[in-house]
Nanobody, 130 residues
Framework: QVQLVESGGRLVQAGGSLRLSCAAS????????MAWFRQGPGKDREFVSG??????????FYADSVKGRFTISRDNRKNLVHLQMNSLKSEDTAVYYC?????????????????????WGQGTQVTVSS
């Protein structure tokens, strides 16, 4: 497992933008599949976006609810993964979690289930006011 620390969450108005960051420990960051999940009030944790490791070209995948509005990126030299969120809506309000798949490798498929990831951050709160 690796340690993950999220930052960047805050209160923002609907239609606004926000950039979340996640700092990861470990020397093999480029081999990890990274993802963002979120958990809204009274809801289950849900997949938001993911990015494959460098061996698989860093392919990205998104939940339908955020496609076209959110962009995931990573900086393998700095062990960082970001989530750029634009055109925010009130339904985007949630605690956002960074997740890493450090074991099991990647087959190049889409990893969108919580069970696919073995390391989690503590979360950062995003609140979108309407």
């Amino acid at each position: 497992q690796v340690q993950l620390v999220e930052s960047g969450g805050r209160l923002v108005q609907a239609g606004g933008s926000l950039r979340l960051s996640c700092a990861a420990s470990g020397r093999s960051f480029s081999t990890y599949v990274m993802a963002w999940f979120r958990q809204g009030p009274g809801k289950d944790r849900e997949f938001v976006s993911g990015m494959d490791n460098s061996w698989n070209g860093g392919s990205t995948f998104y939940a339908d609810s955020v496609k076209g509005r959110f962009t995931i990126s990573r900086d393998n030299r700095k062990n960082l993964v970001h989530l750029q969120m634009n055109s925010l809506k009130s339904e985007d309000t949630a605690v956002y979690y960074c997740a890493a798949r450090t074991r099991g490798g990647s087959s190049g498929g889409v990893y969108a289930a919580t069970i696919d990831y073995d390391s989690w951050g503590q979360g950062t709160q995003v609140t979108v006011s309407s």
